[in-house]
């Protein structure tokens, strides 16, 4: 059974950044998509950023030119890079791999002053 477990949220003023990590269990980490959802208090959990085996990347509108997704194959890592953070990026981020249905239990983020 695949394991996510999801680290590197915090408090973060508007305008900073933070480095979210999704460390993963399982084999043939490197065949599989990883995308991170988020989710804020009162909504709907939405897809954030996906990068497949290929590399191939995809971002939320809302997101696109302040937050990079990367993998790291050989540590079955994946992370989020968030800069330019806004208010309403504030949301439980969950890391996901689609092919075996995992989720990881979330790191909150909160970008306040």
């Known amino acids: 059974q695949v394991q996510l477990v999801e680290s590197g949220g915090g408090l973060v003023q508007p305008g900073g950044s933070l480095r979210l990590s999704c460390a993963t269990s399982?084999?043939?980490?490197?065949?599989?998509?990883m995308r991170w959802y988020r989710q804020a208090p009162g909504k709907q959990r939405e897809l954030v950023a996906s990068?497949?085996?290929?590399?191939?990347?995809n971002y939320a509108d809302s997101v696109k030119g302040r937050f990079t997704i990367s993998r790291d194959n050989a540590r079955r890592m994946v992370y989020l890079e968030m800069s330019s953070l806004k208010s309403e990026d504030t949301a439980v981020y969950y890391c996901?791999?689609?092919?075996?249905?995992?989720w990881g239990k979330g790191t909150l983020v909160t970008v306040s002053s």
């Open positions: 990068i497949n085996s290929g590399g191939t990347i």
């Open positions: 996901n791999q689609p092919a075996s249905a995992a």
């Open positions: 399982g084999s043939s980490f490197s065949s599989y998509t």
